[in-house]
Each structure stands twice: as C-alpha cells, then as structure tokens.
C-alpha cells in the first residue's frame, strides 16, 4: 500500500521523456482537494504533451500498485454534464465512483478528447443527428467519413504509470480498454462490468455497442426477449 501524500506530494516519476528539451507524454502538474457528493477525492492534474489535452485523475485513498479498482472514463459532454439519456455516460460516471468509494480506494481518469469516441464534439453532435433519423452509431460515424472509434488510451496507461499502479481491476464493458492497457504495460487483473439499466432513448445504442463493438452488455438480454 502507497500513502497517497506521499505519491502525490512530488514531482511525477520519469515517464516524461524529453527530446531535445522538448516534453512529451503527461506532465504531474497539480492535485488539488476535491469533496464531491459520493467523497473525498484528490484531483490529479495532467498535461499531455502530444495532444495539448489537460488531463484529470480522480484518486480515493491511499494507492495499491496491485490491483487497484480503475476507471478508465472517456469524456462525454452531453451524458457527464447534461444528463442526456441518448447513452449510460453520465449514470456511469456517477456508478464508478461510488464503487470507487465503497471500495475504499481506487481511481477514475477522466480522459479528455474522448468526445463521441474520438470524433469531437461537433462530429458527436452530427453523428446523434444521423441516428435520430435511423442509423446507428457506428453507421452514423462511417457515413460521416469518421473512425467508429478513434479513442487512445495512452494517456491513462501513462498517468497510472505515473501513480505508481503497476496492475488494475477495470472497471468496463468494453474489452477494447482492457487490450489498450495491456498493450501500455498495465496488467488487468480483472475485468469488472458497469452495467447501467436501459431506457428507450438509449436501448438501441447499447444494443449497436454490444452487436457491433463488443461491449459485454448481458442485462440487455432480458429487454430483447421483452421487445
């Protein structure tokens, strides 16, 4: 067990390597005190130096190296902050951390330029236009001539590098995040599932991401059979 001052209170570790006097990869900037309504939490403050993104690590208690409860959590606008019902991002977001708090310890990035799967904001907002008449996500995204999923997650393998965590229980549906860690030299000890209820708005998108994405999504089981 790693006291979480002590891990936090210096200057990051070297997984900052620099060219020419030139940074890349993530940059310890700041962690700051934060209470929210599910805890305590240190936020943990980020420069990515390749993409000029600000970063966010959420941390509860003291750091394990093993098999630390993790959230990897891509940025999502219209679900974290405006409550839309079009995807489960926002019920996720609040799931994970108060499974993070339960636990007792545990850490939930909050990656940022993960808009839409990648694809931005304004693209997001295009692509939700093209399902509302039709198609899916992934058809919506290809239609517009963009990736169905151009998420990186190095940054989040670099910031729990940083951290100190060396293996991780993931907290995830999609095996995409569990193969992107392990390819950045974080071990996944296990993958724990999310799952959040459907409604009417979003059962045909969680329907998409476990037909065409690979999400394990298995309570969407009972409301197929129903329909």
């Known amino acids: 067990m790693t ?31 934060l209470p929210t309504k599910y805890g305590d939490f240190q936020a943990v ?8 993104d600000e970063q966010v690590a959420l941390v509860y208690g003291d750091i394990e190296e093993e098999g630390m409860l993790v959230r990897l959590h891509s940025e999502c606008l219209t679900g974290d902050a405006f409550g839309s019902t079009h995807c489960e991002c926002g019920p996720q977001l609040a799931t994970a951390l108060r499974q993070v708090v339960a636990e007792g310890r545990g850490i939930v ?18 692509a939700m236009k093209l399902q509302s008449e039709g198609l899916d996500t992934v058809e919506a995204n290809l239609a517009l001539g963009l990736p169905v999923d151009a998420r990186d997650y190095r940054v989040a393998a670099e910031i729990l590098h940083d951290l100190g965590v060396r293996s991780v229980r993931l907290l995830s549906n999609n095996p995409r995040k569990r193969e992107a860690l392990l390819r950045h030299g974080i071990k996944v000890d296990e993958q724990v599932s999310l799952l959040i209820p459907p409604c009417e708005n979003n059962i045909t998108y969680l329907r998409t991401k476990r037909e065409r994405l690979d999400h394990y999504l298995p309570h969407l089981d ?6």
């Open 3 to 33: 006291d979480v001052d002590g891990v936090l209170g210096g200057n990051a570790p070297s997984g900052v390597t620099r060219i020419a006097n030139v940074p890349t990869g993530v940059t310890r900037v700041v962690n700051a005190p």
């Open 45 to 52: 403050g980020y420069l990515d130096h390749d993409r000029g």
């Open 109 to 126: 990035v909050y990656l940022r330029g993960h808009e839409g799967r990648g694809i931005g904001l304004l693209a997001k907002l295009r």
């Open 222 to 227: 009972a409301v197929v059979q129903s329909s």
